[in-house]
């Protein structure tokens, strides 16, 4: 069954929604607060080399940046699962994992990369960037990744049940209208179990939130098939969420981690850019921020409340300057120790943590 908005819907969508006072927006997740006396928390190494079996050469698969991590909770331990570049600038994704939350040792090689298989011709030499990990309800894992083939980003997704052996299933839209269309950044929606995040049906389906301009949403029924949400009228993608003029978020808009299922609807921490005009004057032109904003839990295209402030920006050195300057992007996120951990990139090129009691 094909989901239709109207245009009358669409015309309602697309209003910014904005309220003001904090008992109004008491729907976030939390007040993050920066640890500075430990971030940034990964370090670029020179000392981790893989072999490569697109390239046949060992390189040093994490020596120019690590950044964007996913996050998940196994064993009651924090997995960082996170996007590493080697000198050329090939991603990779590697895994980490911490007892605390904060201190982190690195697994020695990659767990998911481009290698000699059908999507190396989208993965190669670009990679496999910015990770979102979600549990299925078997048990599994559902990984939505971003593949560059040096010329177009390409959504795509993966499922395993160890973390070692993976299922590619290739660009997330398939059908010819969209395959070679730029898209990035899937956020599923999901509900809270325990320390787990599991991807969550709503009417029947599963809904996930992506792109980097505007957000759009795509749905399915066993997390395989995928479908984009289109308007009937114009048979083009439904934008969820747009870029403000006059705001921190006036270039583009983009998926965070997880889209969390709660009691006062869905909450999608979003990443943002400041234009080059019509923007927030203090902050730099192209600084990412992030800040949140809050779906029908019935309707997850429909949006509700979004946040007037970012809640988090690059304010520190590390943050300030790097691979790409002034740069803050959420992307990790998990209930540990009675308290949210979320992980970010900074400047591209090293990975931070935020830390933040529930409400």
């Known amino acids: 069954m094909k989901y239709f908005i109207t245009f009358c819907s669409l015309a309602f969508m697309a209003c910014n929604f904005s309220t003001t006072t904090q008992q109004q927006q008491d729907w976030t997740i939390g007040d993050f607060v920066k640890q500075d006396s430990v971030n940034p928390i990964l370090l670029p190494d020179t000392n981790f080399r893989f072999d490569c079996p697109v390239s046949n050469k060992q390189v040093l698969w994490q020596s120019k940046n690590v950044l964007n991590p996913t996050a998940f909770i196994k064993d009651g331990k ?38 000699n298989d ?5 993965e190669w030499h670009g990679g496999v960037e910015d990770p979102r990990i979600v549990s299925t309800e078997d048990g599994g894992y ?17 499922t395993s049940k160890d973390l070692l052996q993976w299922e590619k299933y290739g660009p997330l839209l398939k059908n010819e209208k969209y395959i070679n269309a730029w898209s990035k950044s899937g956020s599923i929606v999901v509900e809270q179990k325990g320390d787990q995040m599991v991807a969550k049906k709503i009417n029947g389906k599963y809904w996930m939130y992506f792109g980097d301009t505007q957000l759009f949403m795509a749905y399915s029924s066993d997390l395989i098939h995928w479908e984009a949400l289109e308007n009937k009228e114009s048979q083009k993608l439904v934008a969820v969420l747009n870029p403000r003029a006059g705001y921190f978020d006036s270039r583009l808009v983009e998926p965070g981690p997880f889209a969390l299922y709660t ?20 902050l730099p032109i192209y600084t990412y921020s992030a800040a949140q904003a809050l779906f029908d839990s019935t309707q997850p295209y429909k949006l509700l409340d979004r946040t007037n402030q970012y809640f988090i920006h690059p304010d520190k050195p590390y943050e300030k300057t790097g691979e ?18 979320l992980y970010y990139g900074t400047a591209d090129s090293k990975i931070a943590v935020a830390i933040a009691n529930p409400r």
Not at 148 to 157: E, P
Not at 269 to 281: E, F, G, T, V
Not at 324 to 341: A, P, T
Request: aromatic share 14%; net charge positive.
């Open 324 to 341: 790409v300057n002034e740069v803050c992007f959420v992307e990790g996120l998990v209930h540990f120790k009675q308290k949210w951990f």
């Open 142 to 158: 559902l990984l939505t990744y971003t593949s560059y083939d040096g010329k177009t980003a390409r959504l795509c997704y993966a």
């Open 263 to 282: 009691n006062k609807g869905i909450v999608l921490i979003y990443n943002s850019s400041n234009a080059a005009n019509n923007n927030d004057p203090n």
């Open 118 to 122: 059908s999507l190396q011709k989208y």
């Open 78 to 115: 924090v997995y960082l699962l996170y996007r590493a570049q080697d000198s050329a600038m090939t991603s990779r994704l590697g895994l980490a994992i911490s007892e605390d939350g904060i201190h982190f040792k690195k697994q020695p090689n990659p767990i998911f990369y481009p290698t």
